[in-house]
């Protein structure tokens, strides 16, 4: 079974500056997809970067970036340039690409990040 | 955009009612999801469906809980018999394939 650990439950940044959000994880499938989600207060979860397995180029999306590190199993999520609306709830997740998982994301705890003004 | 859209977005019902939450996927999505986050806790794996049938489901998803995708359009999960544990909120999701989900925005249960 799959396990994801987000183990920063609250993190905070000031506005324009640079946070990264830590997710560990635990597989023994050798092929799988990596996650961020946000959830702001609206409610819907929103992807914000995908990061495949077989990739060795980390995933990066304007100001979201990841630092995928497989062998640790580590993919943290780097926010550069912060704004007030990347307030919200991120959740990591893991997907296994067997082609067995028909969609069973694993989330971890999440983390609330803050921006202030 | 397309996107998921879920009715209602929060239903108060009393425990041992029934309750059927509805969800339109993504028109050319051919799979669908329901999760469930209590508060406070993590998103949780509900159900999946394919091909009109459930593909996989986890050991939340027991006999009080069904999914239908009755009309080629809406999917829905019904609880047959509510407890005050099924409190949560509830997402919908589809995808093209079985990776990159689309969350709906949740449907808010609140058992009494």
């Known amino acids: 079974a799959q396990t994801v650990t987000q183990s920063q439950p609250e993190m905070s940044v000031q506005e324009a500056e640079t946070v990264t959000l830590s997710c560990t994880y635990d597989?023994?499938?050798?092929?799988?997809?990596l996650f961020w989600y946000k959830q702001p207060p609206s409610r819907q979860m929103i992807l914000v970067i995908r990061q495949e397995a077989y990739k060795q180029q980390n995933a990066t999306e304007n100001r979201f970036s990841v630092n995928f590190q497989k062998a640790a199993k580590s993919f943290s999520l780097k926010i550069s340039d912060s704004q007030l609306g990347d307030t919200a709830m991120y959740f990591c997740a893991f997907i296994g690409a067997g082609g067995t998982s028909y969609g069973k994301l694993t989330f971890g705890q999440g983390t609330i990040l803050t921006v202030h003004p | 955009e397309p996107e998921v859209t879920q009715t209602p977005s929060h239903q108060v019902t009393q425990m041992g009612q029934e309750v059927i939450l509805r969800c339109v996927p993504i028109s050319n999505h051919l799979y669908f999801y329901w999760y469930r986050q209590i508060l406070g806790q993590k998103v949780e794996f509900l159900v999946s469906f394919y091909n009109n049938e459930i593909s996989e489901k986890s050991e939340i998803f027991d006999d009080q809980f069904s999914v239908e995708r009755p009309d080629g359009s809406n999917f829905t999960l019904k609880i047959r018999s509510t407890k005050l544990e099924d409190s949560a909120m509830y997402f919908c999701?589809?995808?093209?394939?079985?990776?990159?989900?689309?969350f709906g925005e949740g449907s808010r249960l609140t058992v009494l």
């Open positions: 999701a589809s995808s093209e394939w079985t990776g990159e989900l689309f």
């Open positions: 597989t023994s499938e050798s092929n799988y997809y």
